[in-house]
């Protein structure tokens, strides 16, 4: 099992930008994708971004594309999510996942951090 701790969130006008990480533990060479979804209240879990461990290719939902960068460090085993250009409508909490398939979907998905909360006031 892998363990992932999410930092980096916070409360950010629009138009600003964050930085957030996920420090990965206990990482296999079974986890492939690491990426990032988010949620807000009454709503389903949304694919942000996926990043390939190996290759470092890289997927991204629709409404961050062109915002967001994600990228990793492998030498520290983790994650980064770069966000510019932060809108109201990015308000969420922020999940870290790791699995064993570069999709964006969940399913494709087993170990999830606690999450970190964003809020982007107007």
């Known amino acids: 099992q892998v363990q992932l701790v999410e930092s980096g969130g916070g409360l950010v006008q629009a138009g600003a930008s964050l930085r957030l990480s996920c420090a990965a533990s206990?990482?296999?060479?079974?986890?492939?994708?690491m990426g990032w979804f988010r949620q807000t209240p009454g709503k389903e879990r949304e694919f942000a971004a996926a990043?390939?461990?190996?290759?470092?290719?890289?997927l991204y939902g629709d409404s961050v594309k062109g915002r967001f960068t994600i990228n990793r460090d492998k030498a520290k085993n983790t994650m980064y999510l770069q966000m510019n250009s932060l809108k109201p409508e990015d308000t969420a909490v922020y999940y870290c996942a790791a699995g064993r398939q570069y999709t964006p979907l969940r399913g494709g998905y087993d170990d999830w951090g606690q999450g970190t909360q964003v809020t982007v006031s107007s």
């Open positions: 206990g990482r296999s060479f079974s986890t492939d994708t």
């Open positions: 990043i390939k461990w190996s290759s470092g290719s890289t």
